[in-house]
């Protein structure tokens, strides 16, 4: 899916999940303690707020959503500027890794994740490295 920039210049976005066949198979829940253990540790809070946000509320509308940026920015703890406000910064760090979507309209949100790679794994601590390489040898 191409990853263009959203256009922040309105305050409503349509959200619509991104369907992966592979990862809805074998991949991580968005809200589950792999993205919280592991993913976090890589993108951040911020973007691992608005990652699990989006997810949630797709739950509740499977068919998509239209999102109010002001009303999310300030109800996760965030400033919405039209394009350079935090939520927007944590928005382009989900696209960046590959999360997220952004068309010029709208977003796609991945709501199962993959595993890290080898390079994102090497951010994290020894001990969380450790947990990992654990977590995978016993599958």
């Not at 068309?103 to 199962?112: C, D, G, H, I």
């Amino acid at each position: 899916m191409a990853s263009n920039i959203c256009d922040f210049t309105n305050t409503e976005i349509f959200v619509s999940e991104w369907v992966d066949p592979v990862l809805t198979a074998s991949g991580f829940d968005a809200c589950g303690d792999y993205v919280e253990t592991y993913w976090l540790g890589v993108i951040g809070p911020s973007a691992t707020w608005v990652l699990r946000y989006l997810s949630r509320e797709l739950e509740v509308f499977p068919n998509g959503y239209c999102l109010d940026l002001a009303d999310t920015a300030a109800a996760l703890g965030l400033a919405f500027r039209h394009g350079s406000g935090s939520l927007e910064r944590a928005i382009q760090r989900c696209a960046t890794f590959g999360l997220v979507a952004q068309l010029p309209q709208s977003l796609a949100v991945r709501r199962r994740l993959p595993a890290l790679t080898k390079r994102q794994l090497l951010r994290l601590p020894t001990a969380l490295q450790h947990s990992h390489n654990e977590l995978f040898a016993k599958n």
